[in-house]
């Protein structure tokens, strides 16, 4: 069964500007989940999609956003870059909700400069 | 408040040298404590799930172990290979709904 993958792997994105980043759950995965990780936090949970609809958000501002495809692929997207956005993105894929061990994938390494 | 805390930070050990992670957790209504192991440039690789207390897991050289307060990840006789990064998650109630939330985790290194 294929993991959970993460497009692009890495990204370099000036200020101000946006990023679009994807995930294709395992197969069968109806639920997905976006953490950002950085040194200083750790993983920070983001959101979480379950049969296309926000079932969950955390404490990000609404320049963060996602959604989710009929497929189960989904994707996240920033708004207006700031320097403290760079961080790893990492996606998770589960068959019903947060109470299931998480899959994840590697990541998509965003640096804004 | 609800929160998860690992220590210590980082463990540097020799290998064989036999050793035990921490991870603290606050939370009403335990339902169930994650541990991860996370290595460089890749994403958290799920290893155990633990639900209640007294219950243990094992996977070669690691046992999982939980309490009503913690769990430990006991480490023996490790080898080089089990460097990486320890990561433990409780799922926790916030406005919206519930999410797995993950403590920062413990850097392990095993020396030959």
């Known amino acids: 069964k294929a993991g959970v993958t993460q497009t692009p792997r890495y990204l370099i994105k000036t200020r101000g500007q946006q990023v679009t980043l994807s995930c294709s759950p395992i197969?069968?995965?109806?639920?997905v989940s976006w953490y950002q990780q950085t040194p200083g936090q750790g993983l920070q949970f983001l959101f979480e999609?379950?049969?296309?609809?926000?079932?969950n958000k955390g404490n990000f501002p609404g320049r963060f956003s996602g959604r989710q495809f009929s497929n189960s692929r989904s994707e996240m997207n920033v708004s207006t870059l700031e320097l403290g956005d760079s961080a790893l993105y990492l996606c998770a894929s589960s068959p019903r909700d947060s109470n299931s061990p998480l899959h994840f994938g590697n990541g998509t390494r965003l640096t804004v400069t | 408040e609800d929160q998860v805390t690992q220590s210590p930070e980082a463990l540097r050990l020799q290998e064989g040298e036999s050793s035990s992670l921490n991870c603290s957790y606050t939370v009403s209504g335990l339902r169930g404590l994650f541990w991860y192991r996370q290595d460089p440039g890749k994403g958290p690789e799920f290893l155990f799930t633990?639900?209640?207390a007294g219950e243990e897991k094992e996977k070669e050289r690691l046992k999982a172990t939980l309490t009503k307060k913690e769990s430990f990840l006991h480490i023996t006789a490790p080898k080089p290979e089990d460097s990486a990064t320890y990561l433990c998650a409780v799922p926790m109630k916030n406005q919206a709904g519930t999410a797995l939330i993950f403590g920062k985790g413990t850097t392990l290194s095993v020396s030959s």
């Open positions: 197969s069968g995965h109806r639920s």
């Open positions: 999609y379950f049969s296309e609809t926000q079932r």
């Open positions: 633990l639900y209640s």
